[in-house]
Protein backbone atom coordinates (compact mmCIF):
# COMPACT_ATOMS: atom_id res chain seq x y z
CA UNK A 1 0.00 0.00 0.00
CA UNK A 2 2.78 2.37 0.83
CA UNK A 3 4.68 2.05 -2.43
CA UNK A 4 1.75 3.11 -4.62
CA UNK A 5 1.24 6.79 -5.57
CA UNK A 6 -0.86 9.37 -4.18
CA UNK A 7 -0.96 7.32 -0.74
CA UNK A 8 0.06 8.90 2.44
CA UNK A 9 -1.90 7.50 4.76
CA UNK A 10 -5.41 6.87 5.76
CA UNK A 11 -6.05 10.05 7.12
CA UNK A 12 -3.24 11.97 5.41
CA UNK A 13 -5.01 11.35 1.74
CA UNK A 14 -7.84 13.23 2.98
CA UNK A 15 -6.36 15.70 4.54
CA UNK A 16 -6.41 18.38 1.52
CA UNK A 17 -9.93 17.97 1.03
CA UNK A 18 -10.34 18.56 4.67
CA UNK A 19 -9.30 22.39 4.09
CA UNK A 20 -12.16 23.45 1.23
CA UNK A 21 -14.28 21.68 4.02
CA UNK A 22 -13.59 23.78 7.06
CA UNK A 23 -13.39 26.66 4.96
CA UNK A 24 -16.48 25.83 3.72
CA UNK A 25 -17.85 25.33 7.72
CA UNK A 26 -16.03 29.05 8.41
CA UNK A 27 -17.76 30.71 5.72
CA UNK A 28 -21.08 29.26 5.96
CA UNK A 29 -21.44 29.49 9.81
CA UNK A 30 -20.18 33.40 9.80
CA UNK A 31 -22.81 34.43 7.30
CA UNK A 32 -25.37 32.31 9.56
CA UNK A 33 -24.84 34.64 12.33
CA UNK A 34 -24.50 37.34 10.64
CA UNK A 35 -27.66 36.89 8.90
CA UNK A 36 -29.26 35.55 12.80
CA UNK A 37 -28.29 38.97 13.52
CA UNK A 38 -29.60 41.11 11.21
CA UNK A 39 -32.95 39.16 11.83
CA UNK A 40 -32.63 40.29 15.77
CA UNK A 41 -32.17 43.09 15.04
CA UNK A 42 -34.92 43.98 12.75
CA UNK A 43 -37.56 41.99 14.70
CA UNK A 44 -36.42 43.93 18.04
CA UNK A 45 -36.92 47.44 15.21
CA UNK A 46 -40.43 46.08 14.03
CA UNK A 47 -41.86 45.48 17.66
CA UNK A 48 -41.07 48.42 19.19
CA UNK A 49 -42.43 50.05 16.20
CA UNK A 50 -45.76 48.11 16.44
CA UNK A 51 -45.58 48.92 20.09
CA UNK A 52 -45.13 52.69 19.18
CA UNK A 53 -48.09 52.82 17.19
CA UNK A 54 -50.01 50.95 19.77
CA UNK A 55 -49.20 53.19 22.17
CA UNK A 56 -49.83 56.51 20.36
CA UNK A 57 -52.90 55.07 19.13
CA UNK A 58 -54.11 54.89 22.66
CA UNK A 59 -53.15 58.14 23.44
CA UNK A 60 -54.60 59.65 20.57
CA UNK A 61 -58.37 58.25 21.74
CA UNK A 62 -59.22 61.88 22.78
CA UNK A 63 -59.32 63.85 19.98
CA UNK A 64 -58.81 66.95 22.66
CA UNK A 65 -57.21 66.29 25.92
CA UNK A 66 -59.20 68.11 28.83
CA UNK A 67 -57.06 68.22 31.34
CA UNK A 68 -53.94 66.21 33.22
CA UNK A 69 -56.77 63.33 34.61
CA UNK A 70 -58.19 62.80 31.43
CA UNK A 71 -54.51 62.60 30.06
CA UNK A 72 -53.44 60.22 32.88
CA UNK A 73 -56.38 57.82 31.93
CA UNK A 74 -55.43 58.12 28.55
CA UNK A 75 -52.08 56.77 29.68
CA UNK A 76 -53.36 54.15 31.97
CA UNK A 77 -55.18 52.40 29.46
CA UNK A 78 -51.89 51.96 27.52
CA UNK A 79 -51.18 47.43 27.96
CA UNK A 80 -47.96 46.79 26.68
CA UNK A 81 -44.76 44.63 27.50
CA UNK A 82 -42.09 47.56 26.21
CA UNK A 83 -40.53 50.55 28.12
CA UNK A 84 -42.41 53.60 27.06
CA UNK A 85 -42.97 57.72 28.20
CA UNK A 86 -45.34 60.18 26.67
CA UNK A 87 -45.40 63.83 26.77
CA UNK A 88 -46.84 66.97 25.32
CA UNK A 89 -45.16 69.93 24.32
CA UNK A 90 -46.65 73.17 23.29
CA UNK A 91 -47.41 73.85 19.72
CA UNK A 92 -47.15 77.65 18.65
CA UNK A 93 -49.83 78.33 15.95
CA UNK A 94 -47.45 81.09 15.35
CA UNK A 95 -44.34 79.40 13.84
CA UNK A 96 -41.86 81.60 14.42
CA UNK A 97 -42.51 81.08 17.81
CA UNK A 98 -42.49 77.27 18.08
CA UNK A 99 -39.85 76.17 20.06
CA UNK A 100 -38.45 72.13 19.31
CA UNK A 101 -36.80 70.10 21.80
CA UNK A 102 -34.49 68.48 19.98
CA UNK A 103 -34.46 64.66 20.97
CA UNK A 104 -31.12 63.98 20.39
CA UNK A 105 -28.66 61.46 22.15
CA UNK A 106 -27.28 63.91 25.13
CA UNK A 107 -30.81 64.59 26.25
CA UNK A 108 -31.90 61.12 26.01
CA UNK A 109 -28.97 60.30 28.11
CA UNK A 110 -30.38 62.14 31.21
CA UNK A 111 -34.23 61.55 31.79
CA UNK A 112 -34.13 65.04 34.08
CA UNK A 113 -33.44 67.13 31.22
CA UNK A 114 -36.62 65.75 29.26
CA UNK A 115 -38.55 65.20 32.41
CA UNK A 116 -38.23 68.77 34.20
CA UNK A 117 -37.51 70.59 31.28
CA UNK A 118 -39.88 73.93 30.92
CA UNK A 119 -41.11 73.04 27.70
CA UNK A 120 -43.30 69.57 28.48
CA UNK A 121 -46.50 70.13 29.56
CA UNK A 122 -47.95 66.57 31.01
CA UNK A 123 -45.89 63.57 30.85
CA UNK A 124 -46.77 60.15 32.13
CA UNK A 125 -45.93 57.73 33.20
CA UNK A 126 -44.40 58.36 36.26
CA UNK A 127 -42.33 55.02 36.78
CA UNK A 128 -41.22 54.63 33.74
CA UNK A 129 -39.54 58.09 33.73
CA UNK A 130 -37.09 56.56 36.50
CA UNK A 131 -36.11 53.98 33.92
CA UNK A 132 -35.48 56.55 31.35
CA UNK A 133 -32.01 56.15 30.83
CA UNK A 134 -31.55 55.38 27.06
CA UNK A 135 -27.60 54.85 26.19
CA UNK A 136 -26.21 55.66 22.55
CA UNK A 137 -26.83 51.82 21.72
CA UNK A 138 -30.56 51.24 23.42
CA UNK A 139 -33.07 50.90 20.83
CA UNK A 140 -35.54 53.10 20.68
CA UNK A 141 -38.56 54.56 18.55
CA UNK A 142 -39.66 58.40 18.92
CA UNK A 143 -43.09 59.37 17.55
CA UNK A 144 -44.72 62.59 17.29
CA UNK A 145 -48.17 63.55 16.26
CA UNK A 146 -50.17 66.61 17.04
CA UNK A 147 -52.77 66.61 18.84
CA UNK A 148 -55.49 69.27 20.60
CA UNK A 149 -55.42 70.30 24.53
CA UNK A 150 -57.53 71.97 26.20
CA UNK A 151 -55.48 74.73 27.95
CA UNK A 152 -57.27 77.88 29.81
CA UNK A 153 -60.58 76.42 28.35
CA UNK A 154 -59.10 77.12 24.76
CA UNK A 155 -58.61 73.93 22.74
CA UNK A 156 -55.31 74.28 20.99
CA UNK A 157 -52.64 72.25 18.91
CA UNK A 158 -49.70 70.77 20.75
CA UNK A 159 -47.20 67.93 20.05
CA UNK A 160 -47.99 64.93 21.40
CA UNK A 161 -43.96 62.48 22.08
CA UNK A 162 -44.14 58.65 22.52
CA UNK A 163 -40.99 57.13 23.33
CA UNK A 164 -40.84 53.08 23.47
CA UNK A 165 -37.39 51.29 24.36
CA UNK A 166 -36.03 47.98 25.66
CA UNK B 1 -3.11 -0.19 -15.90
CA UNK B 2 -2.90 3.66 -16.27
CA UNK B 3 -6.46 3.26 -15.64
CA UNK B 4 -5.81 1.19 -13.03
CA UNK B 5 -3.64 3.08 -11.59
CA UNK B 6 -5.52 6.74 -11.55
CA UNK B 7 -8.29 4.27 -9.84
CA UNK B 8 -6.22 3.97 -6.48
CA UNK B 9 -5.56 7.77 -6.43
CA UNK B 10 -7.36 8.36 -3.81
CA UNK B 11 -6.82 11.99 -2.27
CA UNK B 12 -8.19 13.46 -5.83
CA UNK B 13 -12.02 11.72 -5.21
CA UNK B 14 -11.64 13.24 -1.65
CA UNK B 15 -10.77 16.68 -2.76
CA UNK B 16 -13.33 16.91 -5.50
CA UNK B 17 -15.79 16.07 -3.11
CA UNK B 18 -14.67 18.76 -0.45
CA UNK B 19 -14.74 21.40 -3.55
CA UNK B 20 -18.87 20.44 -4.22
CA UNK B 21 -19.18 21.25 -0.35
CA UNK B 22 -17.31 24.00 -0.37
CA UNK B 23 -19.53 25.18 -3.87
CA UNK B 24 -22.79 24.31 -2.10
CA UNK B 25 -21.76 26.15 0.91
CA UNK B 26 -20.94 29.74 -1.14
CA UNK B 27 -24.07 29.27 -3.15
CA UNK B 28 -26.14 28.73 0.26
CA UNK B 29 -23.70 32.35 1.67
CA UNK B 30 -25.11 33.93 -1.29
CA UNK B 31 -28.26 32.92 -0.93
CA UNK B 32 -28.58 34.15 2.95
CA UNK B 33 -26.56 37.31 2.07
CA UNK B 34 -29.55 38.25 0.05
CA UNK B 35 -32.10 37.48 2.44
CA UNK B 36 -30.28 39.15 4.82
CA UNK B 37 -29.94 42.57 2.60
CA UNK B 38 -33.59 42.39 2.01
CA UNK B 39 -34.83 41.26 5.04
CA UNK B 40 -37.82 43.15 6.83
CA UNK B 41 -37.81 45.75 3.93
CA UNK B 42 -41.09 45.61 3.24
CA UNK B 43 -42.06 45.46 7.05
CA UNK B 44 -40.19 48.76 7.68
CA UNK B 45 -41.75 50.23 4.47
CA UNK B 46 -45.40 49.18 6.11
CA UNK B 47 -44.01 50.66 9.74
CA UNK B 48 -43.32 53.58 7.78
CA UNK B 49 -46.46 54.42 6.00
CA UNK B 50 -48.50 53.25 9.38
CA UNK B 51 -46.85 56.11 11.07
CA UNK B 52 -47.24 58.64 7.96
CA UNK B 53 -50.64 57.52 7.74
CA UNK B 54 -51.40 58.07 11.22
CA UNK B 55 -49.64 61.66 11.22
CA UNK B 56 -51.77 62.97 8.48
CA UNK B 57 -54.71 61.48 10.17
CA UNK B 58 -53.83 63.19 13.58
CA UNK B 59 -53.20 66.55 11.53
CA UNK B 60 -56.77 66.35 10.21
CA UNK B 61 -58.38 65.88 13.47
CA UNK B 62 -56.36 68.59 15.64
CA UNK B 63 -57.72 71.27 12.59
CA UNK B 64 -60.93 70.16 13.16
CA UNK B 65 -60.82 70.32 16.92
CA UNK B 66 -58.55 73.38 17.57
CA UNK B 67 -59.80 76.59 18.48
CA UNK B 68 -58.74 79.92 16.73
CA UNK B 69 -58.88 83.52 17.77
CA UNK B 70 -61.04 85.40 15.60
CA UNK B 71 -58.59 88.11 14.64
CA UNK B 72 -55.04 87.95 12.35
CA UNK B 73 -53.19 87.78 15.52
CA UNK B 74 -52.65 83.79 16.12
CA UNK B 75 -52.58 83.83 19.56
CA UNK B 76 -55.96 82.54 21.51
CA UNK B 77 -54.92 84.05 24.68
CA UNK B 78 -54.65 87.55 24.06
CA UNK B 79 -57.95 87.87 22.14
CA UNK B 80 -61.57 88.56 23.41
CA UNK B 81 -62.99 86.29 21.08
CA UNK B 82 -62.54 81.96 19.92
CA UNK B 83 -64.28 79.90 18.08
CA UNK B 84 -63.46 76.11 16.98
CA UNK B 85 -62.33 76.41 13.58
CA UNK B 86 -64.79 74.58 11.47
CA UNK B 87 -67.45 76.01 13.01
CA UNK B 88 -66.16 79.48 11.36
CA UNK B 89 -65.17 77.74 8.44
CA UNK B 90 -68.59 76.48 7.98
CA UNK B 91 -69.91 79.78 9.36
CA UNK B 92 -67.99 81.61 6.60
CA UNK B 93 -69.25 79.00 3.96
CA UNK B 94 -72.94 79.41 4.89
CA UNK B 95 -73.54 83.50 3.79
CA UNK B 96 -71.95 83.41 -0.08
CA UNK B 97 -70.72 79.44 -0.51
CA UNK B 98 -67.15 80.53 -0.23
CA UNK B 99 -64.31 80.82 1.86
CA UNK B 100 -62.36 84.16 2.62
CA UNK B 101 -63.30 87.38 1.81
CA UNK B 102 -61.98 87.36 -2.28
CA UNK B 103 -64.13 85.75 -4.82
CA UNK B 104 -60.45 83.89 -5.79
CA UNK B 105 -59.75 80.75 -2.98
CA UNK B 106 -55.84 81.67 -4.29
CA UNK B 107 -56.17 84.95 -2.75
CA UNK B 108 -55.73 86.12 0.88
CA UNK B 109 -55.20 89.25 3.05
CA UNK B 110 -52.31 89.34 4.66
CA UNK B 111 -51.84 90.25 8.34
CA UNK B 112 -51.88 93.86 9.43
CA UNK B 113 -53.55 96.96 8.31
CA UNK B 114 -55.25 95.37 5.11
CA UNK B 115 -56.52 92.34 6.36
CA UNK B 116 -60.06 91.75 5.44
CA UNK B 117 -62.23 90.28 8.33
CA UNK B 118 -63.55 87.75 5.49
CA UNK B 119 -60.08 86.18 5.33
CA UNK B 120 -60.52 85.76 9.54
CA UNK B 121 -61.47 81.89 9.02
CA UNK B 122 -59.08 81.10 5.97
CA UNK B 123 -56.12 83.08 7.60
CA UNK B 124 -56.67 80.59 10.51
CA UNK B 125 -57.18 77.87 8.54
CA UNK B 126 -53.95 78.16 6.96
CA UNK B 127 -51.43 78.79 9.94
CA UNK B 128 -52.67 76.03 11.69
CA UNK B 129 -51.51 73.72 8.73
CA UNK B 130 -48.85 75.36 8.74
CA UNK B 131 -48.35 75.37 12.57
CA UNK B 132 -48.79 71.28 12.55
CA UNK B 133 -46.74 70.42 10.04
CA UNK B 134 -43.49 72.92 10.74
CA UNK B 135 -42.43 69.91 13.21
CA UNK B 136 -41.54 67.92 9.65
CA UNK B 137 -39.86 70.56 7.76
CA UNK B 138 -38.05 67.59 5.56
CA UNK B 139 -42.03 67.21 4.09
CA UNK B 140 -43.95 69.23 1.65
CA UNK B 141 -48.10 68.91 1.73
CA UNK B 142 -51.19 70.28 0.72
CA UNK B 143 -54.59 70.66 1.94
CA UNK B 144 -57.70 71.09 0.11
CA UNK B 145 -61.62 71.30 0.34
CA UNK B 146 -63.45 69.43 -2.25
CA UNK B 147 -66.46 68.97 -3.30
CA UNK B 148 -66.50 66.14 -6.06
CA UNK B 149 -70.39 66.92 -6.85
CA UNK B 150 -69.34 70.36 -8.81
CA UNK B 151 -66.86 69.97 -11.44
CA UNK B 152 -66.90 73.25 -12.54
CA UNK B 153 -66.38 74.96 -8.84
CA UNK B 154 -64.48 72.23 -7.16
CA UNK B 155 -62.20 73.81 -4.86
CA UNK B 156 -63.54 75.53 -1.98
CA UNK B 157 -59.52 75.73 -0.38
CA UNK B 158 -56.20 74.72 -1.80
CA UNK B 159 -52.97 75.25 -0.16
CA UNK B 160 -49.86 73.65 -0.37
CA UNK B 161 -46.34 74.13 0.40
CA UNK B 162 -43.20 73.39 -1.65
CA UNK B 163 -39.39 72.81 -0.55
CA UNK B 164 -37.18 75.31 -2.38
CA UNK B 165 -33.37 74.22 -2.97
CA UNK B 166 -29.86 75.11 -3.95
CA UNK B 167 -29.33 73.42 -6.57
CA UNK B 168 -25.18 73.45 -7.78
CA UNK B 169 -24.01 70.85 -10.10
CA UNK B 170 -22.63 67.62 -8.26
CA UNK B 171 -18.86 66.89 -8.13
CA UNK B 172 -16.99 63.82 -8.81
CA UNK B 173 -18.77 61.16 -9.67
CA UNK B 174 -21.72 63.45 -9.13
CA UNK B 175 -20.88 65.49 -11.46
CA UNK B 176 -23.53 65.55 -13.77
CA UNK B 177 -26.17 65.58 -11.36
CA UNK B 178 -28.12 68.34 -9.83
CA UNK B 179 -27.68 68.20 -6.06
CA UNK B 180 -29.11 70.85 -3.42
CA UNK B 181 -29.74 72.00 0.21
CA UNK B 182 -32.89 73.03 1.43
CA UNK B 183 -33.02 76.77 0.90
CA UNK B 184 -36.44 77.62 2.41
CA UNK B 185 -40.12 77.11 1.76
CA UNK B 186 -43.20 78.51 -0.58
CA UNK B 187 -46.84 78.56 0.51
CA UNK B 188 -48.96 78.52 -2.96
CA UNK B 189 -52.63 79.16 -2.63
CA UNK B 190 -54.44 77.67 -5.48
CA UNK B 191 -57.60 77.03 -7.59
CA UNK B 192 -57.38 74.08 -10.03
CA UNK B 193 -59.65 73.33 -12.94
CA UNK B 194 -60.15 70.14 -12.21
CA UNK B 195 -59.15 67.40 -9.63
CA UNK B 196 -56.98 65.78 -12.86
CA UNK B 197 -54.89 69.13 -12.78
CA UNK B 198 -53.50 67.61 -9.14
CA UNK B 199 -53.47 64.31 -10.23
CA UNK B 200 -51.13 65.19 -13.30
CA UNK B 201 -48.90 67.14 -10.87
CA UNK B 202 -48.58 64.41 -8.42
CA UNK B 203 -48.09 61.71 -11.28
CA UNK B 204 -44.35 61.56 -9.95
CA UNK B 205 -44.01 62.13 -6.59
CA UNK B 206 -43.27 58.74 -4.73
CA UNK B 207 -43.86 57.95 -0.75
CA UNK B 208 -47.26 60.11 -0.37
CA UNK B 209 -49.14 59.68 2.53
CA UNK B 210 -52.63 61.29 2.63
CA UNK B 211 -55.88 61.20 4.77
CA UNK B 212 -59.38 62.57 3.90
CA UNK B 213 -62.32 62.75 5.70
CA UNK B 214 -65.74 63.82 4.51
CA UNK B 215 -67.48 67.45 6.25
CA UNK B 216 -70.95 68.26 5.37
CA UNK B 217 -71.72 72.56 4.74
CA UNK B 218 -74.77 74.23 4.86
CA UNK B 219 -75.09 77.11 3.21
CA UNK B 220 -78.02 79.91 2.55
CA UNK B 221 -79.71 79.63 -0.52
CA UNK B 222 -81.47 82.80 -0.51
CA UNK B 223 -82.42 82.60 -4.32
CA UNK B 224 -83.86 79.26 -3.42
CA UNK B 225 -82.54 77.43 -6.71
CA UNK B 226 -81.29 74.21 -5.38
CA UNK B 227 -83.58 71.59 -4.03
CA UNK B 228 -80.95 71.74 -1.27
CA UNK B 229 -78.95 73.69 0.70
CA UNK B 230 -76.51 71.11 1.85
CA UNK B 231 -72.98 70.21 0.26
CA UNK B 232 -70.66 67.46 1.10
CA UNK B 233 -66.92 68.31 0.53
CA UNK B 234 -64.10 66.11 1.18
CA UNK B 235 -61.52 67.53 3.01
CA UNK B 236 -57.99 65.92 1.91
CA UNK B 237 -54.20 66.32 3.67
CA UNK B 238 -51.57 65.03 1.75
CA UNK B 239 -47.78 64.78 2.83
CA UNK B 240 -44.55 63.80 0.51
CA UNK B 241 -40.63 63.61 1.41
CA UNK B 242 -39.46 67.48 0.37
CA UNK B 243 -36.94 65.65 -1.88
CA UNK B 244 -39.30 64.56 -4.16
CA UNK B 245 -40.91 67.89 -4.42
CA UNK B 246 -42.41 69.53 -7.28
CA UNK B 247 -40.84 72.61 -9.11
CA UNK B 248 -42.00 75.74 -8.13
CA UNK B 249 -42.80 76.34 -11.52
CA UNK B 250 -45.20 73.45 -12.44
CA UNK B 251 -47.46 75.40 -9.70
CA UNK B 252 -47.64 78.51 -11.36
CA UNK B 253 -47.37 77.25 -15.11
CA UNK B 254 -50.52 78.25 -17.37
CA UNK B 255 -50.36 75.27 -18.73
CA UNK B 256 -51.07 73.23 -15.73
CA UNK B 257 -54.31 74.50 -14.88
CA UNK B 258 -53.37 74.95 -11.58
CA UNK B 259 -54.07 78.65 -10.64
CA UNK B 260 -51.63 79.07 -7.75
CA UNK B 261 -50.21 81.84 -6.37
CA UNK B 262 -47.68 82.70 -3.73
CA UNK B 263 -48.53 83.92 -0.78
CA UNK B 264 -45.52 83.51 1.47
CA UNK B 265 -42.12 82.36 1.39
CA UNK B 266 -39.51 81.46 3.97
CA UNK B 267 -35.91 81.26 4.31
CA UNK B 268 -33.99 78.92 5.92
CA UNK B 269 -30.64 80.26 5.85
Known sequence: ?166 | MELIKLKKNKAQAAITDALFFLTIIMVLAIMLFKVSATYGQRVKTASTNLYFKEYTSSVLKTIFFSEIPLNDKLDISSTEETDYLMTAIKSDYFSDQKIGASEDINTMSQAGENFKDGDIAKYNLYHIIKATMNPLPNYDYLFYLFDPENPSNSFKFFMIKITTFNLREGTGKEKYTLTGDQNGAEYYLCNPYSYDNIRSIMYNVSDIYSSSIPLRFIFDDIHQNSTSNVIDLRSTFTIWPANNSINASVLTDPNNRLNCKLYESENYT
Not at chain 1, 21 to 35: D, N
Not at chain 1, 106 to 125: A, R, W
Open chain 1, 1 to 166: MKSQKGFISSIGDDFPSLIPIFLGLLIFFSVFLSTYNIYKTNTTAFSLQQQAISVATIMKTEPVISDYNSFTNICNKVNTNKKWVAFLTDLDMNVSKQKSLPLDKDMLKDKNIIKYSDEIIYNCPNDNWDDLELKNNTKKIIYMFPIDLDRNNFAVPVKLFVIVWE
